[in-house]
């Protein structure tokens, strides 16, 4: 008798399922759709699905996958190299394929990745890049153990380095202050980093970018976004500050200490008491103890000439300023260009980077919820504060 009466419950659960499932999945169709229909005076190319098949020539030759799905090598009718990246299913909605359309979409600049076209047709969606060949940043952080196991075939000299650093810092910029909306990335990190055929850096991977008017000097998030290790504390913690274009200067001055000291930020910056592990403290506390004849310990100890020891240390210092607590505390993106471009022996010493508010003042700590996403973890995070 059980079983007779549960019977029809579970039929009944079928038929909502059926109902609500193409119906989830059509409305996300027409959102990108309306999207793209409102804004048909972007420049890259619509292209269709076959089209995309052609172009990848079946998805024959794969460069990568994540999170959001994955990525091929390609080729247009032109000739010129292209890499498609083939989104899976959207966990908003579609919003990330929007975010990328609808930032990069609209602006050329040589620091930040070309995006060259696109295909929206049911549910199939899909990005198309200009193609990189030098890949991502993040394989060439190469540490002392890792270059024993793989070699050295990845390290790049500290004058590339320092040039790939200044590449990345003139396209934020660009992205904070050269458009008529200031776009924020919210995602930067070695990985989004692209590297062409001459090391040229290109900033990319917008899905998690958020437009603002150039007026905003703070900024609202119905969800916080970002990769855990690289996020600002203020995405954290409420009383340290307002959310703003400072976020991004954060994640890249995490990014530029870990390239210039070689060594990789772990992803335990948040962990309570841990201060051992937070990458900034270790390189702070080992440029004020360093001497000249202690280079070999030091954040720079592979450094091998004078200029190669000053372009390191001028890059640690300027990612500490970075790094500060306080979004107040740090520079612009404009002004890390100058700083980058300066003489180190004008740069002042910024005072010891901290971790979190707790460090500080524990009573004033507020607490988190962290849920991990995805791969490399991507955190969606809500306040509960005290």
């Given at each position: 008798?059980?079983?007779?009466?549960?019977?029809?419950?579970?039929?009944?659960?079928?038929?909502?399922?059926?109902?609500?499932y193409?119906?989830?999945h059509?409305?996300?169709?027409?959102?990108?759709?309306?999207?793209?229909?409102?804004?048909?005076?972007?420049?890259?190319?619509?292209?269709?699905y076959?089209?995309?098949?052609?172009?990848?020539h079946?998805?024959?030759?794969?460069?990568?996958?994540?999170?959001?799905?994955?990525?091929?090598?390609g080729?247009?009718?032109?000739?010129?190299?292209?890499?498609v990246k083939?989104?899976?299913?959207?966990?908003?909605?579609?919003?990330?394929?929007?975010?990328?359309?609808?930032?990069?979409?609209?602006?050329h600049?040589?620091?930040?990745v070309n995006?060259?076209?696109?295909?929206?047709?049911?549910?199939?969606?899909?990005?198309?890049?200009?193609?990189m060949?030098?890949?991502?940043?993040?394989?060439?952080?190469?540490s002392?153990?890792?270059?024993?196991?793989?070699?050295?075939?990845?390290?790049?000299?500290?004058?590339?380095?320092?040039e790939?650093?200044?590449?990345?810092?003139?396209?934020?910029?660009?992205?904070h202050?050269?458009?008529?909306?200031?776009?924020?990335?919210?995602?930067?990190?070695?990985?989004?980093?692209?590297?062409?055929?001459?090391?040229?850096?290109?900033?990319?991977?917008?899905?998690l970018a958020?437009?603002?008017?150039?007026?905003?000097?703070?900024?609202?998030?119905?969800?916080?976004?970002?990769?855990m290790?690289?996020?600002?504390?203020?995405l954290?913690?409420?009383?340290?500050?307002?959310v703003?274009?400072?976020?991004?200067?954060?994640?890249f001055?995490?990014?530029?200490?870990?390239?210039?000291?070689?060594r990789?930020n772990?992803?335990?910056?948040?962990?309570?008491?841990?201060?051992?592990?937070?990458?900034?403290?270790?390189?702070y506390?080992?440029?004020?103890?360093?001497?000249?004849?202690?280079?070999?310990?030091?954040?720079?100890?592979?450094?091998?000439?004078?200029e190669?020891?000053?372009?390191?240390?001028?890059?640690?210092?300027?990612?500490?300023?970075?790094?500060?607590?306080?979004?107040?505390?740090?520079?612009?993106?404009?002004?890390?260009?100058?700083?980058?471009?300066?003489?180190?022996?004008?740069?002042?010493?910024?005072?010891?980077?901290?971790?979190?508010?707790h460090?500080?003042?524990?009573?004033?700590?507020?607490?988190?919820d962290?849920?991990?996403?995805?791969?490399?973890?991507?955190l969606?995070?809500?306040?509960?504060?005290?």
């Amino acid at each position: 008798m059980f079983t007779v009466r549960l019977l029809p419950g579970i039929a009944c659960g079928i038929l909502i399922f059926v109902y609500k499932y193409p119906r989830r999945h059509s409305s996300l169709f027409y959102f990108i759709e309306d999207y793209l229909q409102r804004n048909n005076n972007m420049n890259p190319i619509r292209y269709s699905y076959s089209q995309i098949k052609t172009m990848t020539h079946n998805f024959r030759d794969k460069l990568g996958q994540g999170g959001y799905g994955s990525v091929y090598k390609g080729k247009l009718r032109s000739g010129h190299l292209v890499a498609v990246k083939v989104l899976g299913k959207s966990k908003a909605y579609g919003q990330d394929f929007i975010n990328e359309v609808g930032t990069i979409g609209r602006i050329h600049h040589g620091n930040v990745v070309n995006l060259v076209g696109f295909c929206a047709q049911g549910e199939k969606r899909a990005l198309v890049y200009e193609f990189m060949p030098n890949g991502s940043l993040d394989k060439y952080i190469i540490s002392h153990e890792e270059e024993e196991e793989e070699g050295s075939q990845h390290r790049l000299s500290y004058k590339q380095i320092h040039e790939i650093s200044l590449g990345v810092a003139r396209g934020i910029d660009y992205l904070h202050r050269g458009c008529d909306m200031q776009i924020l990335h919210f995602d930067i990190k070695p990985h989004n980093i692209l590297l062409d055929e001459n090391f040229v850096p290109k900033v990319s991977d917008f899905g998690l970018a958020k437009l603002y008017p150039t007026e905003n000097n703070t900024v609202s998030l119905t969800a916080v976004r970002g990769t855990m290790g690289y996020m600002a504390p203020e995405l954290f913690y409420k009383n340290i500050g307002g959310v703003s274009f400072k976020a991004d200067v954060y994640s890249f001055g995490m990014m530029l200490i870990e390239i210039a000291s070689r060594r990789r930020n772990r992803r335990k910056a948040f962990v309570r008491n841990s201060s051992q592990a937070f990458l900034p403290t270790w390189v702070y506390d080992q440029l004020r103890e360093q001497q000249d004849d202690d280079m070999e310990t030091g954040p720079d100890a592979d450094a091998s000439s004078e200029e190669e020891i000053s372009v390191a240390k001028k890059m640690m210092i300027v990612g500490l300023w970075c790094v500060q607590l306080k979004p107040s505390a740090r520079p612009s993106m404009h002004k890390v260009v100058e700083m980058l471009e300066g003489d180190v022996q004008l740069l002042q010493m910024p005072p010891k980077p901290f971790m979190s508010p707790h460090d500080l003042q524990p009573d004033e700590e507020q607490v988190i919820d962290i849920r991990i996403d995805s791969t490399p973890p991507t955190l969606i995070l809500s306040y509960s504060g005290r």
